[in-house]
């Protein structure tokens, strides 16, 4: 999240720039510039794709990709990942990542080969990080599979614990979340690029979401579980948490614990607050905060799948996977929704172009 | 004599619309008896297509396939001989019963049959009877229900009957079957044996890929025996055994992803006594049946997830014909024991006691009703009671009508009830009331059946995310959606013979609009327009054939989105066969297809392009 921020950034202080020396010429890059980009993962009801929203709101174009390029992505579309002017979709049914210009949304390339249920990719220079569940019936064989992005091929594998999901790159380190594919795990890996030592540091279960917050702390939110008897009877639950963790030592330095049978799933940085969610609830705290917040900020509508913050606006989708989703837009300021716009199946996940 | 041959010679179309008498190939004053008396004897006011064993063997491609081309019924295939579900009358998959010799063989687990996970070259007849049938059939027996039946056959004379069909086509398929038939007086005997193997590697037309990780293999052994015991009474044993082996394949854009394999593993049996002795007719059977599926996420590895049902059934029936009324009282008492398990649901069981009563009237020569009631009692829920009424009236000037209405239902599934963590034990079942009103014209050679339907579904069970408040962001099912499907079916046959020349045609045709009654929205995967037909003409030894279907296009969300549907499309075959020999002891033909002529690329689930043009040639050797 942290990268796409930064070039989130980067790139509004280019529009900024743009629109200040607006005598200079600056040819647009793309009909998708100046917007940000929704993934939904598709279904049986609809391919996983990606739509398109103005900076404005006034214009939302779905199905970008297959208007570009007249080809579905297939399912389930699990991620985004981006370098300077290009957009690496990952699919996980298809152990495929196909590469677009992020812009124009024109196909650049695809990487088809030995990925195996990829899930995301971090990008460092000429480099591609993904995380790779392996097979289904099998916890030992998950990797981080290291693709140069010039070839667009595989180099090499770095075997790592079950069920590695998110990846962030940081200091020639990746910093890895086990969520544990479909059972359960426990765990951040930190990869020395370098050397491929694979340090781990043990969080609470189900770790998902993180990002480096401003004091360079590794944020984590883990789920926790439900734990059910043979039955499915519900017998009781671990805990969830947002976990701080000291890069230099891999020591736990805080971790904000929720109460039993809370299952937060979303968390996002913007600026120095973090934002999560408990159920439809979505809660604010300080990136330094020692403890979690009681009052909801603001409450989305229907299945909260997925979240970003940008200024005031709290983006929330609605995901639907057998329609198209729901992008709500609310004013963390007024709590008023602000836009309510139809985007992909399945939607998942907002990045800023 | 003449027409029966036909049927077998021509061997495609042989359409019985409203046939109220199954048994009617009493030629050389044999007996046909099947075990699925009710379709035959209950089904006043409803309209049955008959398949004989000859179409039946000139499709053997899949049952998909069979019914696709033959029944006013929508098939959804996850790519040819992948998952495959029915929407019968718009109705959803769990909507449609398969009814094994008179037993409704949907899974426990899922509600449903796959389509592709049994074979039914081996059935002697298959019969379409569209309209509800849960007093019948039980549950799911809504949009319709489809009847595999084996026959058993007793001749005064001892006969010996071999037949054997192999073919061989195009992506390395081959299959082979074996009947053997021995029929005397009071003894009758049927054993089959096929066998079906194919690396279904079809090209997926239009892009540089072939059908990834698609093939498939499976073999059926089915043994039938009936023995009269005396002129009253009867035992008949009907056994099957089935095992197939599929992979899942891939979807666009990249089907090489695809890595998955499942196995299916079924077992039936069930023991027939009759006794029919003056005007009171008993029937007891029992039953056996197993099923299991295992589905292999990686298919190099041995892990699997499994489910597997036992069920223990046992009926006793007794019907009592009052011939001064016309008129005939019958009473169903069915008792089962299911008990089921999957590898993450622990096993249960579920036991139901079920009761009807039905009662037939022919009323002077003008018209017959059926009325007919059923009531469960089942240990996990409460089952409504079911209702039915049919009627038939006599022919006027070649034009009869009928009409029926019905109350009918579906059980929720175990995996409704009790997925890991998402299973809801509050559902009860979704109940639909429909009506159906039908003109029937037969003339000679011409057949033709035209109704209107009209069902209106409650508390249909859905999965939805946030169901349940006490579990927010998990997916639970609900009762939560009511329907109402209307439309129109056509059915029609006519048969020319002039000299050695013979003509047959065929045609089907449905339309549906299923809505949803909250949103005032199509219902995702029915198709407005479904039209089949078939022609087949004979001359002397060759005959040759063409069947055609089109699908019109079917919305796959359920705001009707005009970014996600499936288009029309018109997909044709043809084929051919000349008899090389044709005499009393001994019949050889030899027959060609050509499936898909027209190389249609067409699919009935995004990204998962059915077979390009592909060719089979077969040979059938009856001594």
């Known amino acids: 999240m942290k990268i796409t921020k930064l070039v989130s950034t980067l790139a509004l202080i280019t529009v900024l720039f743009a629109s200040c020396s607006s005598e200079s010429v600056v040819l647009p890059k793309g009909d998708y510039e100046t917007g940000f980009l929704i993934s939904g993962e598709g279904s049986s009801a609809g391919t996983g794709s990606v739509s398109f929203v103005s900076n404005d709101f006034d214009l939302v174009e779905n199905l970008i990709y297959k208007k570009v390029n007249l080809n579905e992505l297939g399912s389930f579309l699990q991620s985004i990942a981006f370098d300077d002017d290009k957009a690496f979709i990952v699919v996980d049914n298809q152990n495929t990542i196909t590469v677009v210009d992020r812009y124009t949304f024109e196909k650049r390339g695809e990487i088809t080969t030995n990925l195996f249920t990829p899930r995301y990719m971090a990008v460092s220079g000429n480099k591609g990080y993904v995380t790779n569940w392996g097979s289904a019936s099998d916890a030992t064989d998950d990797f981080i599979a290291v693709v140069n992005l010039d070839s667009n091929m595989v180099e090499r594998m770095i075997p790592v614990g079950n069920g590695p999901e998110r990846i962030i790159e940081n200091n020639g380190k990746l910093y890895v979340s086990h969520k544990g594919a479909s059972t359960t795990n426990n765990i951040v890996s930190v990869i020395d690029i370098a050397s491929e030592v694979v340090q781990e540091v043990i969080v609470k279960d189900n770790p998902d979401e993180l990002f480096f917050n401003n004091q360079g702390q590794l944020v984590v939110l883990s789920s926790g579980r439900t734990i059910y008897d043979a039955n499915w009877n519900v017998t009781g639950n671990t805990l969830g948490s947002i976990s701080m963790i000291d890069v230099a030592s891999l020591a736990v330095s805080n971790e904000l614990v929720f109460a039993s049978g809370e299952h937060p799933s979303l968390m996002v940085l913007e600026n120095d607050t973090i934002y999560y969610n408990i159920g439809n609830n979505v809660y604010a705290i300080n990136d330094t905060a020692t403890s979690l917040s009681n009052t909801s900020i603001i409450e989305a509508e229907g299945y909260f799948y997925g979240i970003e913050v940008q200024g005031d606006a709290l983006f929330t989708l609605n995901a639907n996977f057998s329609d198209v989703s729901v992008l709500n837009v609310y004013s963390i300021e007024t709590k008023a929704k602000t836009q309510s716009k139809e985007v992909a199946v399945g939607a998942s996940k907002i990045y800023f172009n | ?623």
């Open chain 2, 1 to 623: 004599m003449k027409r029966q041959l036909l049927f077998i010679f021509l061997g495609i179309v042989t359409n019985t619309i409203c046939s109220q008498n199954v048994s009617t190939g009493t030629i050389l004053k044999e007996v046909v008896v099947v075990a699925d008396q009710r379709i035959a004897e209950n089904s006043t006011g409803y309209k049955i297509r008959t398949l004989k064993d000859s179409i039946l063997l000139k499709n053997t491609e899949s049952f998909t396939a069979l019914l696709r081309f033959n029944a006013p019924i929508y098939f959804k295939e996850y790519g040819a001989g992948g998952t495959s579900t029915a929407s019968f009358r718009g109705t959803s998959a769990s909507n449609t019963a398969v009814i094994w010799n008179g037993i409704n063989i949907n899974s426990i687990n899922s509600g449903q049959t796959g389509f592709n996970s049994l074979t039914v070259s081996l059935f002697d007849q298959i019969d379409i009877r569209s309209g509800g049938g849960s007093i019948e059939y039980g549950s799911g027996a809504i949009g319709g229900t489809i009847h595999l039946s084996d026959a058993l056959v007793y001749r005064p004379k001892k006969t010996i009957q071999n037949q054997f069909v192999a073919s061989v086509g195009s992506f390395s398929t081959y299959r082979g079957l074996y009947k053997f038939k021995m029929s005397s007086e009071n003894f009758s005997l049927k054993i089959g044996f096929s066998y079906n193997q194919s690396e279904n590697d079809y090209k997926l037309l239009g892009t540089r890929f072939k059908n990834t990780n698609g093939a498939y293999h499976n073999s059926n052994t089915t043994v039938t025996f009936g023995y009269r015991t005396s002129l009253f009474s009867q035992l008949k044993l009907y056994s099957t055994n089935y095992k197939g082996t599929r992979f899942f394949s891939g979807e666009l854009p990249n089907p090489k992803a695809a890595n998955d394999k499942y196995k299916d593993i079924n077992q039936r049996n069930l023991l027939v006594y009759t006794h029919e002795k003056d005007n009171i007719s008993q029937e007891l059977k029992f039953g056996f049946l197993t099923q299991e599926y295992q589905y292999f996420g990686d298919k190099d590895s041995d892990n699997f997830n499994f489910g597997r049902t036992k069920r223990y059934l046992s009926n006793y029936s007794i019907a009592y014909r009052l011939p001064e009324w016309h008129s005939t009282i019958t009473s169903y008492s069915e008792y089962e024991s299911v008990f089921g398990k999957t590898d993450g649901i622990v096993e249960k069981n579920r036991r139901q006691f079920s009761q009807s009563f039905e009662y037939q009237q022919r009323v002077q020569n003008l018209f017959s009703f059926d009325i007919k009631v059923r009531k469960d009692l089942n240990s996990d829920f409460k089952v409504p009671v079911s209702l039915a009424l049919g009627v038939q009236s006599k022919k006027i000037n070649h034009v009869s009508f009928r009409a029926n209405g019905s109350k009918n239902y579906r059980v929720p599934t175990f995996n409704d009830l009790y997925w890991p963590g998402q299973g809801n034990q509050n559902l009860i079942p979704e109940t639909a009331m429909q009506g159906e009103f039908g003109v029937v014209f037969k003339k000679n050679k011409m057949n033709i059946d035209v109704s209107v339907f009209y069902i209106d579904a409650k508390n249909k069970i859905v999965w939805i995310p946030n169901g349940d408040s006490e579990r927010p962001g998990v997916w639970t099912p609900m009762n939560l959606a009511n329907t109402e499907n209307r439309g129109i079916e056509l059915a029609s046959n006519y048969t020319e013979v002039f000299g050695h020349h013979a003509v047959t045609a065929n045609v089907n045709y449905a339309y549906t609009i299923a809505k949803d009654k909250r949103t005032n929205t199509f219902l995702m995967f029915v198709p407005k327009h479904l039209l089949n037909s078939s022609f087949a003409y004979r001359f002397k030894q060759v005959g040759l054939f063409y069947q055609q279907l089109f699908t019109g296009k079917t919305f796959t969300t359920a705001s009707n989105s005009k970014d996600f549907i499936i288009s029309s499309f018109f997909v044709a075959n043809i084929g051919g066969d000349y008899s090389i020999i044709q005499n009393k002891n001994q019949k050889v033909s030899i027959g060609f297809k050509v499936n898909n002529v027209f190389n249609e690329n067409y699919v009935t689930q995004p990204r998962r392009p059915m077979p390009n043009r592909n060719f089979n040639l077969n040979i059938n050797y009856k001594f």
